[in-house]
């Protein structure tokens, strides 16, 4: 059996054409910190991350506290919705993630569909599965990419949820049981401070 604990990033202030190096706040480093405290009664045997400066900064407190190193893995980083901001296609961001949750096949200019994005998403799951099967896991990503490997395993996981219910930061518990046995997906935490 295989646990990952995805872990969604903590609150970071928007930098336009910034996306890869966006760090998180001081409420973001505080967060971190109270995700690394809901994973102490962990057994954490590899902390993997995003490159993106944002998720790292979150799960660097819980690899510094467990010893391990922090790796980073290109297929959890955020899905590119367009290159540069939206408004250069004429849209909102609202309209253009609209658009890519209605037609899975979709992407704007330079940006990647929803089915794009979730097949890198789980190759990286995958990936990680291989190497560290029976492993504990945690795993530093994004709101968007976190929803669409989740979707995966239960449609429920959809648009609504990413908009309305994924808090800044959040963890998500999922155990990859023996062949044949169903995905187990359990929210772990949820910072009800967002705002």
């Not at 903590?10 to 054409?17: D, E, G, L």
């Not at 899905?79 to 096949?105: C, H, K, M, N, Y």
Request: proline residues 5%; without cysteine.
């Amino acid at each position: 059996m295989t646990t990952i604990h995805f872990v969604r990033h903590a609150h970071s202030p928007w930098v336009p054409n910034r996306e890869a190096e966006r760090p998180l706040s001081e409420r973001g480093h505080e967060q971190a910190e109270r995700v690394a405290d809901n994973l102490s009664d962990e057994p954490i045997d590899v902390v993997v991350s995003s490159p993106f400066a944002r998720a790292r900064q979150t799960v660097r407190p819980t690899a510094d506290r467990n010893g391990v190193e922090l790796e980073t893995d290109d297929g959890f980083r955020e899905r590119q919705l367009t290159d540069g901001p939206v408004e250069s296609i004429g849209e909102t961001f609202e309209s253009a993630t609209e658009r890519v949750w209605s037609d899975w096949s979709f992407a704007w200019p330079s940006g990647e569909s929803n089915r794009d994005a979730k097949r890198r998403g789980l190759a990286a799951v995958e990936r990680l599965r291989d190497r560290r099967s029976g492993e504990t896991v945690v795993v530093g990503t994004h709101g968007n990419l976190l929803t669409l490997i989740l979707h995966e395993y239960d449609e429920r996981f959809d648009v609504e949820f990413w908009q309305e219910e994924l808090t800044m930061p959040d963890i998500y518990e999922v155990t990859f049981p023996a062949e044949d046995e169903e995905v187990e997906i359990t929210r772990r935490y949820g910072d009800s401070t967002v705002g």
